[in-house]
């Protein structure tokens, strides 16, 4: 039960080491990678390692969770009735081609 314990205190401090190290810059994860591994007893690049993983983790996790909410305020603004940018951008560019063409049939008249 101990070990137990002890391997749950890992998980966790590693978890929490994780999150410390996105928020910190490059050279302070390095230091946080030393501190990890002096008190866990461990390898300090394992804990590099470690810690990397758990970013890419969390970077590929933001990643979908950025694509699931523009997804879900496409359906939004699609069920409100509301344009997307890439159809306003589209009436834009027939409205200047319509403004063109007439100019030129007022040319010719």
Same mark, same amino acid.
């Given at each position: 039960m101990a070990d137990r314990d002890n391997a749950r205190g890992s998980l966790e401090t590693l978890a929490l080491a994780g999150l410390g190290a996105f928020?910190?810059?490059?050279?302070?994860?390095d230091e946080l990678s030393d501190e990890i591994a002096?008190?866990?007893g461990v390898e300090r690049?394992?804990?590099r390692?470690? &810690?990397a993983d758990v970013l890419e983790?969390?970077?590929?996790?933001a990643g979908r969770l950025g694509e699931r909410t523009t997804d879900?305020?496409?359906?939004v603004g699609e069920e409100l009735g509301i344009a997307s940018r890439d159809a306003v951008d589209? &009436?834009?560019l027939r409205v200047a081609q319509l403004e063109h063409r007439l100019k030129l049939l007022e040319?010719?008249?």
């Amino acid at each position: 039960m101990a070990d137990r314990d002890n391997a749950r205190g890992s998980l966790e401090t590693l978890a929490l080491a994780g999150l410390g190290a996105f928020a910190l810059a490059a050279g302070h994860a390095d230091e946080l990678s030393d501190e990890i591994a002096s008190r866990l007893g461990v390898e300090r690049d394992d804990v590099r390692a470690a &810690l990397a993983d758990v970013l890419e983790s969390w970077r590929r996790e933001a990643g979908r969770l950025g694509e699931r909410t523009t997804d879900a305020a496409s359906k939004v603004g699609e069920e409100l009735g509301i344009a997307s940018r890439d159809a306003v951008d589209d &009436l834009r560019l027939r409205v200047a081609q319509l403004e063109h063409r007439l100019k030129l049939l007022e040319r010719v008249s």
